[in-house]
């Protein structure tokens, strides 16, 4: 378990917090639509104001390249932290210790956004040691934004006492039960596009995990470098030399490779377009799989059912097109189930997985379902995060 300090860890009466969450949301025509990473940070915020500090927050909002932009303000999200919270918030351009100290002791202070200056993305030690002196401690709750290492996310906390927020906790401590120090047999989920998207994932896993079930158009070049023909599917041809080392390594690694024993084949890349189950053999040249089939589904629930923990990242075909959708849901339901009964750890993590899980609507019963996209992929991927890392040995 990584060894850095939380919340409980600090003593916060009196003292400005500088606090850096992820509150990168979606906006139409100046509002929030969608006010789950709000949500999700609130409790570290009112932690703080519980034990007595005053949180002063950094947060970036969208691309603005280093230069002021009105339409990626941060203003725009602050009548979605105040019903959060149930308080006010002071939405401050340009901070500064004086005004942060004569602001009431329970007041929190909402920063605009950290990448309106080139300084932030840059890692600056002058915008890092400007942050600093605006507190006396740092909480980082942003663990969507670890995998950067920028001056409101590593900098500023080399420069004050540091802890981890109540989210940031709850991520590492779920992400330890599942590659860190897990309980065994671990079976991964990785679907999705592109092999080329996650080659170093799939690398780092077969050296981890008991077995690795691959699904999704990766899939297919997997298939493709067992000799298996995928007709016109989505597959990286150039990449089957790859698939096949990736499969050498498991190997001798004695992780298990499941890949789809059968498939739903159609022409057309569309909802409901006339489609077949067939076996890996019968695809033909003008087909494409879009799913995995029902015999492919019962082998991972068999593996589901031996498995004590799951790490998943990536739907098992199309499953934003009906009806292939099936194989993923029918999955991330039997895993599900076996979270409910109290069977199986279960983390999930990245944008299309997420997405995968609310419509198989089971997001619910997983242990936990990772906010983050990009430092989700990278811890996965068994590299180091910045902003975690910069909290550790505090």
């Given at each position: 378990m990584a060894d850095f300090k939380t919340l409980d860890d600090m003593d916060l009466g009196g003292k400005?917090?500088?606090?850096?969450i992820d509150i990168n949301v979606p906006v139409e025509d100046g509002k929030v639509t969608d006010t789950t990473r709000i949500d999700k940070v609130a409790p570290t915020i009112l932690k703080i104001l519980e034990k007595g500090g005053k949180p002063v927050l950094l947060a970036h909002f969208g691309r603005p390249k280093g230069q002021p932009n009105p339409d990626m303000s941060l203003r725009v999200t602050v009548p979605s932290l105040e019903a959060a919270l149930g308080k006010a918030v002071t939405f401050v351009e340009r901070p500064d210790r004086a005004t942060i100290d004569a602001a009431p002791s329970d007041a929190v202070i909402l920063v605009e956004n950290t990448r309106f200056t080139a300084m932030e993305e840059a890692n600056d030690p002058q915008m890092a040691g400007f942050l600093a002196s605006l507190g006396d401690v740092y909480c980082n709750d942003a663990f969507s934004a670890a995998h950067r290492a920028h001056a409101s996310t590593?900098?500023?906390?080399k420069l004050l006492p540091a802890c981890a927020g109540l989210l940031m906790e709850a991520e590492l401590k779920a992400l330890d039960a599942a590659l860190g120090n897990p309980n065994k047999p671990v079976l991964a989920v990785v679907g999705g596009a592109k092999v080329s998207s996650k080659i170093d994932l799939l690398k780092n896993l077969v050296s981890k995990v008991d077995a690795l079930a691959i699904?999704?158009?990766?899939?297919?070049?997997?298939?493709?470098?067992r000799g298996y023909s995928v007709g016109k599917s989505l597959c990286e041809h150039d990449l089957t030399d790859t698939a096949k080392q990736i499969e050498a390594n498991a190997k001798a690694a004695g992780c298990d490779i499941l890949l789809p024993m059968?498939?739903?084949v159609a022409k057309d890349f569309a909802a409901n377009a006339p489609h077949r189950t067939c076996g890996l053999d019968e695809v033909a040249d003008d087909e494409m799989i879009l799913d995995a089939g029902p015999q492919t589904v019962a082998i991972l629930a068999s593996a589901l059912d031996v498995a004590n923990t799951l790490v998943w990242n990536g739907p098992l075909g199309a499953f934003e097109l009906t009806p292939f959708d099936k194989a993923t849901v029918q999955a991330a339901q039997a895993a599900g189930t076996r979270c409910k009964s109290g069977a199986l750890i279960a983390v999930a993590g990245g944008g299309d997985t997420v997405a995968a899980l609310n419509h198989a609507n089971v997001s619910q019963d997983f242990t936990h379902i990772s906010t983050a996209g990009g430092a989700f992929l990278e811890w996965m991927e068994g590299k180091p995060l910045p902003g975690v890392e910069a909290l550790k040995g505090q």
């Amino acid at each position: 378990m990584a060894d850095f300090k939380t919340l409980d860890d600090m003593d916060l009466g009196g003292k400005v917090v500088v606090t850096r969450i992820d509150i990168n949301v979606p906006v139409e025509d100046g509002k929030v639509t969608d006010t789950t990473r709000i949500d999700k940070v609130a409790p570290t915020i009112l932690k703080i104001l519980e034990k007595g500090g005053k949180p002063v927050l950094l947060a970036h909002f969208g691309r603005p390249k280093g230069q002021p932009n009105p339409d990626m303000s941060l203003r725009v999200t602050v009548p979605s932290l105040e019903a959060a919270l149930g308080k006010a918030v002071t939405f401050v351009e340009r901070p500064d210790r004086a005004t942060i100290d004569a602001a009431p002791s329970d007041a929190v202070i909402l920063v605009e956004n950290t990448r309106f200056t080139a300084m932030e993305e840059a890692n600056d030690p002058q915008m890092a040691g400007f942050l600093a002196s605006l507190g006396d401690v740092y909480c980082n709750d942003a663990f969507s934004a670890a995998h950067r290492a920028h001056a409101s996310t590593e900098g500023v906390a080399k420069l004050l006492p540091a802890c981890a927020g109540l989210l940031m906790e709850a991520e590492l401590k779920a992400l330890d039960a599942a590659l860190g120090n897990p309980n065994k047999p671990v079976l991964a989920v990785v679907g999705g596009a592109k092999v080329s998207s996650k080659i170093d994932l799939l690398k780092n896993l077969v050296s981890k995990v008991d077995a690795l079930a691959i699904g999704g158009g990766m899939a297919n070049t997997f298939l493709a470098a067992r000799g298996y023909s995928v007709g016109k599917s989505l597959c990286e041809h150039d990449l089957t030399d790859t698939a096949k080392q990736i499969e050498a390594n498991a190997k001798a690694a004695g992780c298990d490779i499941l890949l789809p024993m059968d498939v739903v084949v159609a022409k057309d890349f569309a909802a409901n377009a006339p489609h077949r189950t067939c076996g890996l053999d019968e695809v033909a040249d003008d087909e494409m799989i879009l799913d995995a089939g029902p015999q492919t589904v019962a082998i991972l629930a068999s593996a589901l059912d031996v498995a004590n923990t799951l790490v998943w990242n990536g739907p098992l075909g199309a499953f934003e097109l009906t009806p292939f959708d099936k194989a993923t849901v029918q999955a991330a339901q039997a895993a599900g189930t076996r979270c409910k009964s109290g069977a199986l750890i279960a983390v999930a993590g990245g944008g299309d997985t997420v997405a995968a899980l609310n419509h198989a609507n089971v997001s619910q019963d997983f242990t936990h379902i990772s906010t983050a996209g990009g430092a989700f992929l990278e811890w996965m991927e068994g590299k180091p995060l910045p902003g975690v890392e910069a909290l550790k040995g505090q």
